[in-house]
């Protein structure tokens, strides 16, 4: 009897093991800082209690530009990752190549197509099918301030641009770096983004960014865009060039500068480092942006591998990004909002709740735009064709003129 019970638990003891290593899922993934990693924990910690085993692949560099290029290596190799987390248009580009698998059947079963907001459809669908699991919804058109330096600078948050420059100017005067910023393409994107919605408004963003039209890259109001970044840089620390996002975000943490211009990944540095919003922290729509929303969503591809085990493994997956409890687990960790329309905002902090908030009256206000600097406005050719512009006016090495002349043409050049 013993014997028997024995080779039993031998046999269950194989089973296990056998299905762990059938059911697996390798993610390509670049949430390396400590809040991206904390949240991603939770996505993990779900599939292991599926009995789904996490192989990590993660490749740092904020908004996945490295991570898009690790990626480029692997499927030429003949060699795809099982998972593949991807914004905006780079879903387009790969879904076009006929190698993302299809999670229809998943998404008729969750009900996606009642629930998905529909800015997030136009990059989850390909062809009318589902071939992405958005796990998030940011917004990048946000300021993150120390509440010590604020109050010490009035404590009225600024509402517009002339504000924030005043704001900027106290912070000075108290000694820290007025505005932490991190000189690496993405992040002079994201603040010029926030910038030319700011001086232009929605309309004009969309006519700049979304429709690249050359009269609004080259215009007045993209003038003043342009001054403001040089205006801005006389209030970065010296050693800004190249500093990963999440470190500027820790020097807000620190009292050491006053304000970060940052997406809502933003927060989830500060939750992490045990900071709380209104008493320690203060989240504000970046000035002059209030009620407009630009957006990016976080989604996982499943690349087409023809292995039934592993397709098992990625529709899990899929199913458990989608799940309202985990919606809500993940996304109060990372610093996003739900990517379904259907999750109640009781379980989020006071940025959660307005970032819940405005992204839905901006959905029917017609106030929402995709991100340039996140993937959602242009494909990766334009949008780095404007970060180089950018990226060299605001380090001084062209002119105003200049970039206001080389933009549309960098935009043309690109398409
Ligand atoms: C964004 C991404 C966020 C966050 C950020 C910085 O593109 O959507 O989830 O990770 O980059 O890495």
Redesign the pocket.
Known sequence: MRRFLLAGAAISAMATSTALAEESVEVLH??T?GG?AAALGVLKENLAAKGVAWKDMPVA????VQAMTALRARVTAGDPPTAV?M?GFDIKDWAEMGVLGNLDDLATEQGWDKVVPAALQDFSKFDGHWIAAPV?V?STNWLWINKVALDKAGGKPPENIDEFFAMLDNFKEQGITPLAHGGQP?QDGTLWEALVLSEGGMDFYKKAVIEADPAALSGDTMRKVFDDLTKLRGYFDDSFSGRD?NLSSAMVIEGKAGAQQM?D?AKGEFLRAGKKPGADFVCIRFPGTQGDVLF???QFVMFDLGDAEKRDAQLKMAAAVEDPAFQVAFNTV?G?VPARTDVPDTEFDDCGKKGMKDLAEAATSGTLAGSL???HAQPSAVKEAIFDVVTQQLNGQITTDEALKRLPEAVAAAK
């Not at 560099?61 to 996945?64: L, T, V």
């Open positions: 670049w949430w800082s991206e560099g904020g908004s996945g987390q914004l998030n940011h993405w996002w997406g990944w990016n969503s976080d990372k996003s600097a996140h993937g």
